[in-house]
């Protein structure tokens, strides 16, 4: 079972998604941004599912494994759907705009294929183990669209703040993922102590930074685009 | 036509770049579900 700094992370997370839906509620914009707010509504109630089965049927359970990836399969799927979201956003006022979705659909088929030809060979758990070779798919899929994001948005000299910092939140949640798996390939000594609370506090980043975003940036926040030209 | 090959290439290069990216930051033997079960924990995105 946890620690208690395991269950503080735990509810700051909980309690920090559940502020950001909260916020849009109060302030008429969850259907405005309805990818991000179902996205952490979704990480509310999938907490919450994984919190009951984990003192129900305990971590070591079965039924804590399956709710554990359910949940987490579909997190990633509607993370994929924020991103597409996203650069749909980004590229609204150019002719890449009407391919978007198309492109993302598609991308999404062949992360899938990827996922079911890395895993047919297992003859046994062969739906347990797409769902987890799917979830690390989607994830490093992810880390490379953020920064394709990103170079898009420069290129493009976006400047509607709140669409930037959505974005930078983002390629920071996704960059630092990846860099604690990679840490963790290169330090394996350290998995068990400093490593282990990493990914729990890489969680606890997104909501905050998407809730300051949303609480402190208006809607009409335009960025000078001086600034982004100096990081092109 | 033209631009949705451009599509297809483009999203084979992304699904590349991740197979690449995935290979190198994480290991083997942590893609084993029932390996990875033993070391989740709650809040944060899956330790693989």
Known sequence: MLGPVGYAIWFLVLLSEACFVVCALYKREFLRYLPLNLYMLLCVV???????????YGVHSREYFYSYYSSDILLSILMYYVIAGLFSQVFADTNFGRYVRGAALMLLGLTALFAFVSVRSNGQHLS????????????FVGVILMYVLWGAVIKLRETRAR????????GVYFSAVAGAYALRNLFPELEYSILRWLPPVIGLWLP????????????????ASEHMLVTS | ???????????????????GLKA??????????????AARIIGGPVPW
């Open chain 1, 46 to 56: 999938g907490n919450l599912g994984v919190y009951v089965c984990s003192r129900t």
């Open chain 1, 128 to 139: 347990t183990e797409f769902v987890v070779e799917l979830e690390q798919d989607l994830n």
């Open chain 1, 163 to 170: 669409l930037v910092q959505v974005v930078l939140a983002l």
């Open chain 1, 208 to 223: 905050l930074a998407w809730t300051y975003t949303f609480v402190r940036v208006p809607e009409e926040a335009r960025m």
């Open chain 2, 1 to 19: 036509m033209n631009k949705w090959i451009a599509v297809v290439v483009l999203d084979l290069m992304v699904l590349t770049a991740a197979v």
């Open chain 2, 24 to 37: 190198m930051t994480t290991r083997a033997a942590q893609s084993s579900a029932t390996s990875a079960a």
